[in-house]
């Protein structure tokens, strides 16, 4: 029987099979899914801003694409992952609300999904897929055991990436 384990918001989680990690409610957070397909360790992150070094109160590490993917690796490195075979699926980083003025600070959906695909580039972990921006909200679940990430959106069909 497998366990679902639930990420919450700000926060980050590990699993192996036969567990499921899964988050609800991605609207202009960004969750990332890291996953070494060798040892089938999963991690999971739902990361609220993109830059740490913006925010004065910025002591929670899974809060921010910069700090929380690091976080994140060695959350998995702990329990037997290998940094160099890690690869990354993300959801997320809507913009859920219209402004008329397309201020840049508004634009945190966006500004995340940049921030995520900044750091996975910069630390050599490869995108295998993404369904990111447009406008709803969506909650991920990923297993371990087959590599995929299930993506449901209200109103939406399943999505398989």
Do not use: W
Not at 9 to 33: E, F, H, R, Y
Not at 40 to 68: C, E, Q, R, W
Not at 124 to 134: K, N, P, Q, V
């Amino acid at each position: 029987m497998n366990n679902s384990i639930k990420v919450g918001m700000a926060d980050a989680s590990v699993c192996k099979p036969p567990d499921v990690i899964t988050t609800l409610g991605l609207g202009s957070c960004v969750g990332i899914v890291l996953y070494d397909p060798v040892r089938k360790i999963a991690g999971l992150v739902h990361i609220m801003l993109p830059d740490s070094t913006k925010i004065n109160n910025n002591s929670n590490k899974y809060k921010f694409a910069d700090t929380g993917i690091e976080a994140l690796i060695q959350d998995m490195v702990s329990i037997g992952a290998i940094t160099r075979n890690l690869v990354a699926k993300i959801a997320g980083g809507a913009q859920m609300f219209s402004f008329s003025n397309n201020l840049e600070m508004m634009r945190i959906g966006d500004r995340n999904v940049e921030a995520t695909k900044d750091k996975l580039k910069r630390l050599g972990i490869r995108l295998l897929a993404e369904d990111t921006g447009s406008n709803y909200g969506r909650t991920i679940e990923f297993s371990p055991e087959t590599g995929l990430l299930h993506i449901k959106s209200v109103g939406k069909e399943l999505k398989i990436l």
